[in-house]
């Protein structure tokens, strides 16, 4: 598992840039309509969800564990097309849906980066946004009623935090690539 996601560094890398833009749009339009955040929102987790996908179908050897990994990308794109789809939702939902997704993701990069702790250095850096998308998640859930201007500066705090920290492990992991690919010739 851990050379196949080494070799696609660049997809957490992607993702860590497409967080780090959500979060900038989220904090240069604050007064953005709920309507137009769940277009944003919608697209960039289409993205995380294509991105994991294609993780989950490139998974290397046979025997690796892949699905936690698929299925976070179709929670994701479940989570981009309610937003997509139905825009107009209430404000509500919308961060019921947002809140969610955090903590599925959150719980999710918390048990990968258990199971990869034997194998890696620096592991915290999936720990950590593991622990940022969950409390993310549980803050939204316990106040949903702070309000959408509010929640935007959280959301884009969130996802730019969570870009940066994507962006450190994909470079450790590129460096991974690069011994593994020194290994075998």
Excluded at 95 to 121: D, H, P, T
């Amino acid at each position: 598992m851990l050379v196949g996601l080494a070799r696609k560094w660049w997809v957490l890398l992607l993702n860590g840039i497409c967080a780090i833009v959500f979060g900038l749009i989220a904090f240069t339009w604050p007064g953005i309509t709920l309507v137009s955040l769940a277009i944003v929102y919608g697209v960039y987790c289409i993205a995380d969800g294509i991105t994991m996908l294609t993780v989950s179908v490139n998974r290397g050897r046979r025997g690796e564990s892949w699905g936690h990994m698929l299925f976070r990308g179709i929670i994701s794109l479940i989570a981009g097309g309610i937003a997509l789809f139905w825009p107009a939702i209430t404000g509500m939902i919308l961060l019921f849906v947002i809140a969610v997704w955090a903590v599925v993701q959150g719980i999710l990069e918390i048990s990968a980066a258990i199971r990869l702790r034997k194998v890696i250095n620096n592991e915290w850096l999936l720990v950590a946004s593991g622990i940022i998308s969950l409390l993310f998640g549980l803050f939204i859930m316990a106040r949903p009623g702070a309000g959408a201007l509010s929640v935007i500066w959280i959301i884009g705090g969130f996802a730019i935090a969570h870009g940066i920290l994507l962006i450190g492990l994909s470079f450790k992991l590129h460096k991974l690539a690069n011994i593994a690919h020194q290994v075998t010739l």
